[in-house]
């Protein structure tokens, strides 16, 4: 469902927390948003926490990176310094 601009920017207002709870509880016309604009309102929830998902994974992936990077560097630390203390022995 498309969601006009005028819609968009007062769900971004009330807040997607909120325009979820009142959705769910079934008190959206408190936060002055017509029966009519419910629709739309749904809608907005979801494309939010679509970009939540598609932010968490983005963020996920990177961590893995690091982490792999961070586990490649303690490993080659470890071979240049017995390396290095194996060189003071002979």
Not at 58 to 87: D, K, N, P, Y
């Amino acid at each position: 469902m498309t969601i006009s601009d005028a819609n968009r920017s007062h769900f971004e207002m009330i807040g997607k927390d909120r325009l979820a709870l009142a959705l769910a509880t079934g008190t959206i016309h408190t936060l002055g948003v017509s029966e009519q604009q419910k629709g739309e309102a749904i809608a907005s929830v979801r494309e939010q926490d679509a970009k939540r998902d598609s932010a968490r994974q983005v963020e996920a992936q990177r961590f893995i990176t690091i982490l792999r990077w961070t586990i490649v560097a303690a490993v080659a630390s470890v071979v240049a310094a017995i390396t290095g203390i194996a060189a003071l022995f002979r």
